[in-house]
């Protein structure tokens, strides 16, 4: 499957507009990312999904810096919230588990 990679801001659900509307889900593949990275199905459907949005359509290479740039942040900011004396187990349990690196498809 060939994707489309766009950046756009997710107002989420209102009564009258809906980011992803159901229509949507049932026409092309849509899934986000970190930094409002939006990977689309590569069809007249996701195309026009972006243009409706007025999404900025980057490059997977742009797309994948933006993901990995705000994934590296949040690595570096888990790592260095420590507490003196916790163990491992308890700062997962603080914090939650360390932010995973993500590959677009």
Known sequence: MDYKYSVK??????????FIKHQDRLQFHIEGHP???WVTEDNVHGGR???????????KSQAQT?????????????DNDNVDGES???KILRLGAKPTDITLP
Do not use: F, M, Y
């Open 49 to 59: 999904w972006i243009a409706r949005h007025s999404a900025v359509v980057k490059t």
């Open 66 to 78: 933006i993901v990995t740039d705000l994934v590296d942040a949040a690595q570096d900011t888990w």
């Open 88 to 90: 491992s187990a308890e």
């Open 35 to 37: 930094g409002n990275v």
């Open 9 to 18: 801001e997710n107002w989420g659900k209102t009564s009258s507009d809906q």
